[in-house]
C-alpha cells in the first residue's frame, strides 16, 4: 500500500496567491481529515470527511478556507486568498470506518510570503 | 483549559533509561486515547492506543490509563537515541480525535 499521498510537498507562494493542496488517502478508507500543524498551535484538526461528505469543518479558520472531496481517492484544500498566518505544515490523515488509527500523509509545507 | 494538555518539554532522559511521558485530558466522556509519535520535519505515526483503565504493554512501550483522574501516560523502558522524537497524545470525543501539544523527548547516549 502507497499509504496516504499529499501534494506538493513543498509550497512557497506570495500573499494574496491562491494555494491548492491535494491528498490521496490510502485506498478502501472512509474517513479523510485535513489537520493543520504550527509551533504555536500545535496539530489542529480543520475538516473530515466521511464516504466523501464533509462532517466537521468547525476547525477552518476562515472562509477563506474551503475543502471538497469529489471522489473516494482526492481531496483537496484550497486557500484563497492566502495569508503569512497560513504559512504552516498541512497534513491530510485516513482512516478506516472505526476512526480509531489514523494513517497520516508526509505533509505540505506553506510558507506565504 | 485545553482539551488535552501535555508538558511542552524538552525531557532529557539518559540512555537505557525509562522514559515517562504524561498527558491530561477534560473530556470525562472520551474513550480511546492514542500516542504517536513525530520525528522532525516527519508526520506523525500511530504507536499505541488503550481504552481501558490500567495498562497495555507493546514491546518497550506501555500505555496508562486512569479514567478517573482523565490521566493518560506512555512509558518508553530502555531508552534509545532514536526514541528521540515529539510525542504526541490524542483523545478522542465524541466526534473527532483532539491533539495535545506534544512532548519533545530527547534520549541522551
Known amino acids: 500500500d502507497a499509504g496516504v499521498i499529499q501534494s506538493p510537498r513543498h509550497e512557497v507562494t506570495e500573499m494574496g496567491q491562491e494555494v491548492t493542496l491535494r491528498c490521496k488517502p490510502i485506498s478502501g478508507h472512509d474517513y479523510l481529515f485535513w489537520y493543520r500543524q504550527t509551533m504555536m498551535r500545535g496539530l489542529e484538526l480543520l475538516i473530515y470527511f466521511n464516504n466523501n461528505v464533509p462532517i466537521d469543518d468547525s476547525g477552518m479558520p476562515e472562509d477563506r478556507f474551503s475543502a471538497k472531496m469529489p471522489n473516494a481517492s482526492f481531496s483537496t484544500l484550497k486557500i484563497q486568498p492566502s495569508e503569512p498566518r497560513d504559512s504552516a505544515v498541512y497534513f491530510c490523515?485516513?482512516?478506516?470506518?472505526?476512526?480509531?488509527?489514523?494513517?497520516f500523509g508526509p505533509g505540505t509545507r506553506l510558507l506565504v510570503l | 483549559q485545553k482539551e488535552v494538555e501535555q508538558n511542552s518539554g524538552p525531557l532529557s532522559v539518559p540512555e537505557g533509561a525509562i522514559a515517562s511521558l504524561n498527558c491530561t485530558y477534560s473530556?470525562?466522556?472520551?474513550?480511546?486515547f492514542f500516542w504517536y509519535r513525530q520525528y522532525s520535519g516527519k508526520s506523525p505515526e500511530l504507536i499505541m492506543f488503550i481504552y481501558s483503565n490500567g495498562d497495555k504493554e507493546d514491546g518497550r512501550f506501555t500505555a496508562q490509563l486512569n479514567k478517573a483522574s482523565q490521566y493518560v501516560s506512555l512509558l518508553i523502558r530502555d531508552s534509545q537515541p532514536s526514541d528521540s522524537a515529539t510525542y504526541l497524545c490524542a483523545v478522542r470525543g465524541a466526534q473527532k480525535l483532539v491533539f495535545g501539544q506534544g512532548t519533545r523527548l530527547t534520549i541522551n547516549p
Open positions: 490523515a485516513s482512516s478506516n470506518r472505526d476512526q480509531e488509527t489514523q494513517y
Open positions: 473530556d470525562r466522556g472520551s474513550q480511546s
